[in-house]
């Protein structure tokens, strides 16, 4: 039940910035906080941004999050070929009472 | 350092049974809400189930409310899912996750995951 949307793909050359839209509803991202995630292939997927805005401590300041209503951003800067993976938004649905995911956004550095 | 480690994956028929579970350690796990996430091949992540640090409240997805059941013992440091009525739909990944926020809900350490096929 992926209730928040997100862009397929994303693409930028090496060094370049990328941002990735999540949307939702104010039952999700409009009164939750929002999270993070990134997906290198083959693994599990690892914590980025949690609390719409805040980095783990091992995560580097070219990832960074925001949140305006119901809708977030991920940002990447200096975007490096270690990058390249699938990118997942998370929150908390209050009227399914649910954790939903985002869609998924392919990150493909050029 | 915060390990989990998944386990009860497997082949199974349709219809049939599965318990997964998920160890923790390296750190107090009756502190930690724990989720389970499963991954179908080639897709997104889905939200299976999620569970209090004291096992007082559950919450699961529609796709297994009623046939899911998650559960914990905290005596053990062990997350459990208990899967019945198996469909070929519930092929995936499964993964456990901890809870590292106390305000809302964060996925911060995952398991490395273990993969249920269900197939005639």
């Known amino acids: 039940q992926s209730v928040l949307t997100q862009p397929p793909s994303v693409s930028a050359a090496p060094g370049q910035k990328v941002t990735i839209s999540c949307s939702g509803s104010?039952?999700?991202?409009?009164?939750?906080?929002v999270s993070w995630y990134q997906q290198l292939p083959g693994t599990a997927p690892k914590l980025l941004i949690y609390e719409d805005n805040k980095r783990p401590s091992a995560i580097p300041d070219r990832f960074s999050g925001s949140k305006s209503g119901a809708s977030a951003t991920l940002g990447i800067t200096g975007l490096q070929t270690g990058d390249e993976a699938d990118y997942y938004c998370?929150?908390?649905?209050?009227?399914?009472?649910?954790?939903?995911f985002g869609t998924g956004t392919k990150v493909s550095v050029l | 350092q915060a390990q989990l480690v998944e386990s009860g994956g497997g082949d199974v028929q349709p219809g049939r049974s599965l318990r997964l579970s998920c160890v923790a350690s390296?750190?107090?796990?009756?502190?930690?809400?724990m989720h389970w996430v499963r991954q179908a091949p080639g897709k997104g992540l889905e939200w299976v189930a999620m569970?209090?640090?004291?096992?007082?409240?559950?919450y699961y997805a529609d796709s297994a409310k009623g046939r899911f059941t998650i559960s914990r013992d905290n005596s053990k440091n062990t997350m459990f899912l208990q899967m019945n009525s198996l469909r070929v739909e519930d092929t995936a990944v499964y993964y456990c996750?901890?809870?590292?926020?106390?305000?809302?809900?964060?996925?911060?350490?995952w398991g490395q995951g273990t993969l249920v096929t269900v197939s005639s």
């Open positions: 996750a901890r809870d590292d926020c106390s305000r809302t809900s964060c996925l911060g350490h």
């Open positions: 569970i209090w640090y004291d096992g007082s409240k559950k």
């Open positions: 390296g750190f107090i796990f009756s502190r930690n809400g």
């Open positions: 104010s039952s999700n991202i409009g009164n939750n906080y």
């Open positions: 998370g929150a908390w649905d209050s009227s399914l009472s649910a954790y939903v």
